[in-house]
């Protein structure tokens, strides 16, 4: 089976730089993925990395090492708007089975 | 284009009484998913549907039924709503499905069982 680890919740303040952890046992990996929900919305895609290494989309970047089973989501420069719910996925089959999401708060 | 739809956004039901969770999706996916999103305890796949014609279960299946009524659309349906199914539940679809592929959310429906 999958299961993911990741913290339940993370501060910063705004400018710095916050890294969200995720570790993760399956049995076929398929990638990790990484969503972000604010205020309890849709949840929406940032990103996902099937291969080690470093992905990078502006102001958030995601690693992952497969040897390690982890991963992290990287969010620099942090605003006030990032404040939100981050979650680690991994697929399973032809779905993703979710990690229970990280609250990350950033403060003026 | 809407992405995925889902109607309604909130219902109160008692116990016992049954309700059926609609979505819809414009983008000409193949798969569909339903989750369920509770307190601290993330998002958890109660069915999914990889391709139309085909449903399959996921974490939490009891006390679900589903439908692939169309490409378009995947019918979540409770016959029988218990208290333990309070939860907002999240419609989700992806081009082909698998765990290389975006999922695209609904904006999602609050449910409260009494």
């Given at each position: 089976g999958q299961s993911l680890e990741q913290p339940s919740e993370v501060t910063a303040v705004e400018g710095a730089i916050v890294q969200i952890n995720c570790t993760y046992q399956t049995s076929g990996f398929y990638g990790l993925s990484w969503y972000q929900q604010h205020d309890g919305g849709a949840p929406t895609f940032l990103s996902y990395n099937a291969l080690d290494g470093l992905e990078e989309t502006g102001r958030f970047s995601s690693f992952l090492s497969r040897s390690d089973s982890y991963g992290y989501l990287l969010l620099q420069?942090?605003?006030?708007?990032?404040?939100a719910s981050y979650f680690c996925a991994v697929g399973r089959g032809a779905a993703l089975i979710f990690g229970k999401g990280t609250t990350l708060s950033v403060s003026s | 284009n809407a992405g995925v739809t889902q109607t309604p956004k909130f219902q109160v039901l008692k116990t016992g009484q049954s309700m059926t969770l609609q979505c819809a999706q414009?983008?000409?996916?193949n798969s569909m998913y339903w989750y369920r999103q509770d307190p601290g305890m993330g998002l958890r796949l109660i069915y999914y549907s990889a391709s139309e014609g085909t449903t399959d279960k996921g974490e939490v299946p009891n006390g679900y039924n589903v439908s692939r009524l169309n490409k378009r659309e995947f019918s979540l349906r409770l016959e029988s709503a218990a208290p333990s199914q309070t939860s907002v539940y999240f419609c989700a679809s992806s081009e082909?499905?698998?765990?290389?592929e975006t999922q695209y959310f609904g904006p999602g429906t609050r449910l409260l069982v009494l």
């Open positions: 420069e942090l605003q006030m708007k990032d404040s | 414009d983008m000409n996916h082909l499905g698998g765990g290389q």
